[in-house]
């Protein structure tokens, strides 16, 4: 899958840097391990679980890391679509709308355009991601208590770009040719947070509701 959404989207469109992990480390190892199962075909069900012997902490860690590097990929190529005219709330459809909130310059949840959303929801992630305390690279550096509980707020908050992005942009994904690899990036996305159960039921619901059964159609 790497290869094939790197063929199609355009790299110098990355919505942010990649973040990349230092080879020679347990984590670069997972990484690449991940990467070779993927490529090779296996049922992304299988994918997805934990390989024996390895601590579930680092495992989330590579996929949120990867998941934030996929996704920026796919929306930095239809940001140029995404305006403060043609979506001028984060929303996914007319029933469902997102409002950010970070505790520090947005202490309520602030309804704002979509690209606004996304610059403000790449930067937080960015800023987690990059934080020892929260995501330790160092040998023998053992995860916070809370590791777990904010990946599932980065999950669940990256699972709205795929809303957003299914619902007011497939037709620009479409016109690339590209829909078959945004959906694989989604299935292994939803087959990842089902397995590990980081992602409430409800949040699911803008691609899972019938008239938009998206995942239905995808990973079923």
């Not at 770009?161 to 690899?181: L, Q």
Request: proline share 5%; charged share 25%.
């Amino acid at each position: 899958m790497a290869l094939c959404l790197g063929q199609v989207f355009s790299k110098d469109k990355t919505f942010r840097p990649r973040k990349r992990f230092e080879p020679g480390t347990q984590r670069f190892e997972l990484y690449k391990k991940a990467q070779a199962s993927l490529k090779s075909g296996l049922d992304l069900r299988k994918v997805v679980q934990l390989p024996e012997g390895e601590n579930i902490n680092d495992w989330i860690a590579v996929h949120v890391v990867d998941f934030f590097n996929r996704i920026n990929l796919i929306y930095g190529t239809v940001s140029e679509f995404c305006t403060e005219r043609t979506c001028p709330i984060m929303s996914g459809g007319l029933r469902y709308e997102y409002r950010w909130q970070d505790g520090d310059d947005y202490k309520k949840p602030t309804k704002l355009p979509a690209l606004k959303y996304m610059n403000l929801l790449m930067d937080w992630i960015e800023t987690n991601i990059n934080n020892e305390n929260i995501f330790p690279t160092r040998v023998g550096v053992p995860f916070p208590k809370n590791f777990q509980q904010v990946c599932k707020k980065i999950l669940s908050r990256l699972f709205r770009v795929f809303v957003h992005v299914y619902i007011h942009h497939f037709d620009s994904i479409c016109s690339m040719g590209a829909e078959a690899h945004i959906n694989t990036c989604y299935k292994h996305y939803y087959y990842f947070i089902s397995e590990f159960s980081l992602i409430e039921h409800s949040e699911l619901e803008p691609l899972v509701r019938k008239e938009r059964a998206m995942t239905e159609k995808i990973c079923n």
